[in-house]
Nanobody, 114 residues
Framework: QVQLVESGGGSVQPGGSLRLSCAAS????????MGWCRQPPGKQLELVAA???????TSADSVKGRFTISRDNAENTVYLQMNSLKPEDTAVYYC????????WGQGTQVTVSS
């Protein structure tokens, strides 16, 4: 069993910042990629950013220059620093971790509104 626990969501005004964290625990030998996806209201799940165990990152064009993904391999934790938030960033954010299969967090709400 692998569990992912997210934290750091909430409400913020446009231009503000939030930092999401996701800690993995359980039957883990090694974690390959970790990442964040989001599901805006009424829309499909989309990839936000991902990071390999070697620290290679990728991110959606819509968040480049504003969001930064990082991870702490010793703590099995992935982070998403979100700056210059926009209303269109409003979504439920899910972290994932690729162990022998993909495991997902429970989701955390991020709301950007004035």
């Amino acid at each position: 069993q692998v569990q992912l626990v997210e934290s750091g969501g909430g409400s913020v005004q446009p231009g503000g910042s939030l930092r999401l964290s996701c800690a993995a625990s359980g039957s883990i030998f090694t974690i390959n990629a970790m990442g964040w996806c989001r599901q805006p209201p009424g829309k499909q799940l989309e990839l936000v950013a991902a990071i390999t165990s070697a620290g290679i990152t990728t991110s959606a064009d819509s968040v480049k220059g504003r969001f930064t993904i990082s991870r702490d391999n010793a703590e099995n934790t992935v982070y998403l620093q979100m700056n210059s938030l926009k209303p269109e960033d409003t979504a439920v954010y899910y972290c994932y971790a690729d162990v022998t299969s993909r495991h997902w967090g429970q989701g955390t709400q991020v709301t950007v509104s004035s």
